[in-house]
């Protein structure tokens, strides 16, 4: 019945239904076949939302709508421009540290791309740069946004599989910020290759300082944020209301660039989005439930624990998973679905449950750039108003820091554990 349940959800899908429905339907179906109450189906579903760590992501989502409709990813974007405008690759290194910087408060790849991504790709196409290389450096950097706290896709993979989600948040830091260095050294390499434009001169003392001051209280957020964290004086929820708090003063205050439109309009981007997140969620819960009652989870234990005992082995043959459902499935999606059915077995091999999420997400994050339903790409296209084949001729290149990054990360798990063990 488990396999029955699973060809529906993929038959539904490959049909262009939407992602809820596909999942909704056939858990419906096995219900009623079943003769369970349909009472169960709207509890099962419920349940799901009852989660503390959830409350972070429509604040998260809250919190780069208001960055967005403030004007705050203008200035820094500005900052990021004055220090890295000269380097090999001009703008495009801008683009880089403006995305690992935005994602310190936005904790989505795609908000990225469609708040501060307008501007970059804006900027580099006027600066000379052809606008499907702009957009995928765009694309790229913004992958960094779901392992850099705050992050969207960690706090929902932490509430599926009862990991922490401040180990999580924490121990991606480092990760995040090695595939970063990864990007710009391919970002200088193609620029020397095909001789990119940069900026004539290097900026004066007092340019960097105008712009850092201008910058500061934005740059503030994420250290306020993650700082938090560190000390223990919040929990990730309360740090995204605290961050919540922090943006819309320096919005009103500071920059004064947020009003009672542009407010009431962030609100609505919230709402919606998060409605999307969350009634995947809700669904999926269900679907997991009726997958539970069929014992697929212990059926995929038992399955992979055949193949190998071995960490590592297990860990590559995940990856290679990972990467194949993130081609078709949301990140959201994929972790709702998979996390349960892939964590148990490797945990129980031996693999840092805290490990396995950083590199769930990060598989994931390149799902969106890889077609055929790489969302980063159509969130692209839309933004670029250019066609996503174009785009992913300009990916390619790209697609080598993403690997190596990936393959470091499951090699050498100090890389991500290291900064969670001090907080033990």
């Known amino acids: 019945m488990a396999i029955i349940i699973i060809l529906a959800f993929m038959a539904l899908f490959i049909l262009g239904f939407p992602v809820v429905v596909a999942i909704a339907v056939p858990a419906l179906v096995y219900v009623i076949m079943q003769g369970f109450p349909l ?6 579903m419920t349940y799901a939302l009852d989660s503390f760590p959830l409350v972070a992501v429509p ?20 900052f990021a421009q004055t220090l890295g405008g000269r380097v090999p690759g001009g703008l495009a290194q801008v683009n880089v540290i403006g995305s690992l910087v935005f994602s310190g408060t936005s904790g989505a790849a795609l908000a990225d791309i469609s708040g501060l991504g307008r501007i970059q790709i804006k900027a580099m196409t006027e600066a000379g740069f052809t606008r499907s290389y702009s957009a995928a450096v765009t694309g790229a ?11 969207i896709p960690l706090v929902i993979y932490g509430s599926v599989t009862s990991v922490s989600v401040v180990q999580l948040l924490v121990a991606g830091i480092l990760p995040a910020i090695f595939y970063t260095v990864l990007l710009m050294l391919t970002v200088a390499f193609l620029s020397f ?15 960097v300082w105008t712009t850092f001051v201008k910058a500061a209280p934005a740059l503030f957020a994420p250290v306020l944020l993650v700082g938090g964290m560190l000390n223990g004086m919040f929990t990730p929820t309360e740090a995204a209301s605290v961050t919540v708090a922090y943006v819309l003063f320096i919005a009103l205050f500071v920059y004064r660039g947020l009003t009672w439109r542009r407010f009431r309009f962030a609100l609505f981007e919230t709402i919606k989005t998060t409605s999307a997140v969350l009634i995947i969620v809700s669904a999926a819960a269900l679907f997991g439930w009726v997958m539970a009652v069929e014992q697929l989870p212990q059926m995929f234990t038992l399955a992979l624990l055949t193949i190998s005992t071995d960490p590592l082995i297990l860990l590559l043959v995940v990856n290679v998973l990972l990467l194949i459902v993130g081609m078709f499935l949301d990140s959201t999606t994929a972790t709702l679905l998979v996390a349960p059915l892939v ?14 999420g950083i590199i769930f997400v990060f598989n994931l994050m390149i799902g969106l750039l890889t ?3 790489g969302l980063a ?11 996503m084949w174009s785009i992913l001729r300009a990916v390619l290149p790209f697609y080598v820091p993403l690997v190596v990054a990936l393959i470091v990360m499951t090699l050498w798990p100090d890389l991500t554990l290291w900064l969670p063990r001090l907080l033990q």
Request: glycine share 6%; net charge positive; proline share 11%.
């Open 343 to 356: 964590a148990a077995p490797l945990v129980m091999a031996g693999v840092d449950p805290v490990h396995l």
């Open 141 to 151: 950097s913004a992958v960094v946004g779901p392992i850099f706290p705050p992050s």
């Open 59 to 78: 604040v998260f989502i809250f919190v780069g709508s208001l960055m967005n409709q403030s004007g705050i990813t203008g200035h820094i974007y500005r």
């Open 371 to 373: 077609p055929p339903l």
């Open 193 to 207: 290759r095909y001789n990119h434009p940069r900026s004539s001169r290097w900026p004066t003392a007092r340019e």
């Open 377 to 387: 790409l159509f969130t692209l296209s839309d933004v670029a108003k250019i066609s």
């Open 39 to 44: 009472e169960l189906m709207a509890q099962r």
